[in-house]
């Protein structure tokens, strides 16, 4: 019914940058908060940054002034920019999406399937 697809990722040399995309597919009626998330190895997921629908963002402290999250409504799709990067921000990164299919009465959690990062040198 519904699928997330990411795009993006690599591996880049520590202060490089990656663009990363979500885009969202299927019979939707409306999409609420998206979301980045990343999990590193041996380490719980954690929340990157997330967007609600009317634009307001929150960061992970580990990224605040370094990492971008923006969305197109239109296009269900969000971008996460990061700029900056750091071996520590090495992980498998995945996009969440809270919304409702047009079947349904109430949002659900959708999630893509990972893209991973690395920043070595």
């Known amino acids: 019914q519904v699928q997330l697809v990411e795009s993006g990722g690599g591996l880049v040399q520590p202060g490089g940058a990656l663009r990363l995309s979500c885009a969202a597919s299927?019979?939707?009626?409306?999409?609420?908060?998206m979301g980045w998330y990343r999990q590193a190895p041996g380490k719980q997921r954690e929340l990157v940054a997330a967007i609600t629908s009317g634009g307001s963002t929150n960061y992970a402290d580990s990224v605040e002034g370094r990492f971008t999250i923006s969305r197109d409504n239109a296009k269900n799709t969000a971008w996460l920019q990061m700029n900056s990067l750091k071996p520590e921000d090495t992980g498998v990164y995945y996009c969440?999406?809270?919304?409702?299919?047009?079947?349904?009465?109430?949002?659900?959690?959708?999630w893509g399937q990972g893209t991973q990062v690395t920043v070595s040198a």
């Open positions: 969440k999406f809270r919304l409702r299919l047009t079947v349904a009465i109430v949002p659900y959690d959708y």
């Open positions: 299927g019979t939707i009626a409306s999409i609420n908060a």
